[in-house]
């Protein structure tokens, strides 16, 4: 852990979160690109429209489940006991997920898109406030659990509004659930001190995500390298490997003996 005063940490967190959001007023509006909906696989098998982006989903909704029955087994999962509805809500998000993104991929068009958008937020926001709790102030963590969901909630709702009037929906402040999670989670990680063990399953769930956007950027270039297995549907794989990491550093880690708060 690197040795700079508490405050010193916190000050950085929060001024890494204005600059970001500063750039996102100031690259206002932000908008997604216009052959957004045109994905390289199209194909329909078993009479199932865009089959592969429908069927990849399905591992989010597995995680989730798994997470949610061991979860009920005592002495399985290591939770911060003050953060049990944050877990849950990760847990039920990832299978919101698994819904949402498949019903976007049935029937690709703005409205199922917000959908997708806000399970993945609810997600996002749960586990960002599960690593504050865990690493900074469990009461922190759980004062900010509800105003993040709704905030993020409403990011996603005002993009899709913003669409269907403009025909172009502002995604600023929808951008910010994802980037400044993004940014703050290995800073925790590497200034704050841990409560539990296995904390670099959190790391390895943040690198699958973010080899999960790489693929989704990639899309049609790993189509073609794979002659038939597109980039969007990497990401749904990559993006739920990095849930299970999460699950799986709940199940394998300890509470450390030399823990303290500050």
């Known amino acids: 852990m690197i040795k700079l005063r508490h405050r010193h940490r916190l000050w950085l967190l929060i001024l890494s979160a204005l600059i970001l959001t500063l750039l996102a007023v100031l690259f206002s509006p932000i908008h997604q690109s216009r052959n957004f909906y045109d994905y390289a696989d199209q194909r329909t098998i078993l009479s199932i429209p865009n089959f592969w982006n429908v069927i990849t989903n399905l591992p989010f909704a597995l995680v989730g489940i798994i997470a949610l029955r061991n979860g009920k087994k005592p002495d399985t999962l290591t939770l911060e006991p003050t953060m049990r509805n944050a877990y849950l809500t990760m847990f039920w998000g990832l299978i919101a997920v698994c819904i949402g993104s498949g019903y976007y991929h049935l029937v690709p068009n703005s409205f199922s898109l917000m959908i997708d958008r806000i399970a993945l937020s609810i997600v996002f926001m749960a586990l960002y406030c599960i690593v504050l709790a865990e690493y900074i102030s469990p009461s922190l963590g759980k004062r900010l659990l509800l105003p993040l969901i709704v905030y ?53 769930a943040l690198v699958s995500y973010v080899i999960s956007k790489w693929a989704e950027s990639n899309d049609e270039l790993l189509y073609e390298l794979t002659n038939g297995f597109s980039g969007h549907s990497f990401k749904h794989l990559f993006a739920a490997l990095g849930g299970y990491f999460v699950y799986w550093g709940l199940r394998k880690r300890r509470v450390l003996k030399n823990f303290s708060s500050v």
């Open 152 to 204: 993020s909630t409403l990011s996603v709702i005002y993009w899709y509004i913003t669409d269907v009037t403009t025909g172009r929906g502002d995604m600023s402040a929808y951008v910010l659930v994802q980037v400044i999670p993004i940014i703050h989670l290995p800073i925790i990680i590497a200034l704050f001190k841990a409560k539990f063990s296995h904390g670099r399953c959190y790391v390895f």
